[in-house]
């Protein structure tokens, strides 16, 4: 997130604010639909236990970091990206609280979380880290122009090793799990990128935007709303999967946009 903030600035502010209406668009596409998506699947598969909750969760919770450097890739307007992200983060703080308790009262869950445990969680990992990238390229810039490349390098080589230690520390957890997560983040995410995309309407160039904005999850949060309600390992277990799942569709989306 440091290495993202060194990327922005005025210009991605100003660039939202042209577009206000097809921002609010967007952010509705991510907040409403992937959930109701979730909830559909596994009430067509009745589906039960750790993997019907790994699933919802990872539904419920927007925002993922690596979001904002899968849109600022895809090409489109880049522009437009951070802000969105930066809108999508701040309402999850009241909408993944709320839908907890929607989902409460469907699955008998009886998960929960408050409003201010999830403004923390998203404060210290993405807000914070983020805000200091900016704060150095209004300072600094030349710092950051400097800083920006090598922290890049860094912060995608962690990801690839944070992924492999999730697949060897929960791989017993994911075999037990089956591949139902996994076709779930690959159904779920496709349909999500499909509504964001429509979502930016007559602008073409925004589609890539409002497509990943709407179809990737956070699983840090999912993960964290299961640490804090003391989920068994097999929820966490279908949250990765899902990720797994959803990586594939838009790894492949992304390619494909870049290609075009």
Not at 3 to 32: D, N, P, Q, Y
Not at 140 to 148: F, G, I, K
Not at 221 to 235: C, K, M, T
Request: glycine share 8%; net charge positive.
């Amino acid at each position: 997130m440091v290495s993202l903030g060194l990327l922005l600035g005025r210009e991605h502010v100003a660039a939202a604010l042209r577009r206000r209406m097809m921002l609010a668009a967007i952010v509705l596409a991510v907040i409403v639909p992937a959930p109701a998506f979730a909830v559909l699947f596994v009430k067509l598969l009745g589906l039960t236990g750790p993997v019907a909750a790994g699933i919802v969760l990872m539904a419920i919770s927007p925002g993922a970091p690596v979001a904002l450097r899968r849109t600022l890739t895809a090409g489109g307007r880049a522009e437009f990206a951070p802000a969105l992200h930066l809108a999508i983060v701040l309402v999850a703080v009241v909408t993944v609280p709320a839908t907890l308790v929607i989902l409460d009262a469907l699955f008998e869950a009886a998960f929960t979380i408050s409003p201010l445990q999830v403004a923390r969680q998203v404060f210290i990992a993405q807000l914070l880290p983020m805000g200091l990238g900016v704060a150095i390229r209004v300072w600094r810039p030349v710092v950051a122009a400097r800083l920006a490349p090598p922290l890049t390098a860094i912060s995608n080589g962690l990801l690839v090793a944070l992924l492999a230690a999730s697949l060897v520390v929960f791989w017993p957890s994911l075999v037990a799990t089956g591949w139902t997560p996994v076709a779930a983040g690959v159904l779920l995410t496709a349909a999500a990128l499909a509504v964001g995309a429509a979502c930016a309407g007559r602008d073409a160039a925004a589609r890539p935007q409002g497509a990943l904005a709407a179809a990737m999850r956070n699983p840090g949060l999912a993960l964290y709303i299961g640490a804090v309600n003391q989920a068994p390992a097999g929820v966490l277990a279908a949250v990765i999967a899902y990720a797994l799942g959803a990586t594939v569709v838009v790894t492949a989306y992304v390619a494909w946009r870049r290609r075009s």
